[in-house]
């Protein structure tokens, strides 16, 4: 009697552009002026910017408009700018990859 081993399955890749459009609103594209320098959002020795991050907050707050992170550091950044963008912008969060 042989046994047959069903042959793993792929996980299907997220398309993750799509996904950060339909439920976060962000519009991403890329851009070859971010400066490759070290990630001050989590100062990890080896974190490397690659990732800026555009939001649009009030006008009177003190949050940052634009920063530049490492791709680990994209998810709590992009949460930052949600958190900070000013009430009803017009303006999508953006997110440039380093191209
Ligand atoms: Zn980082």
């Known amino acids: 009697m042989t046994t047959t081993i069903p042959a793993p399955v ?3 890749t997220p398309d993750l552009v799509a996904f ?3 439920y976060w609103g962000v519009k991403v594209t890329t851009a070859s002026d971010i400066p490759a320098a070290q990630c001050e959002w989590c100062a990890e020795v080896d974190a490397i910017t690659t990732v800026r991050v ?3 907050p009030p006008d009177d707050s003190t949050a940052w408009a634009a920063r530049d992170c490492c791709r680990a550091c994209t998810e709590p950044v992009l949460a930052a700018a949600h958190a900070e963008q000013r009430e009803g912008s017009r303006h999508p969060i ?3 990859l380093a191209a």
């Open 10 to 12: 792929t996980p299907p």
């Open 20 to 22: 950060l459009a339909e």
């Open 94 to 96: 953006r997110l440039e």
């Open 54 to 56: 555009i939001g649009d």
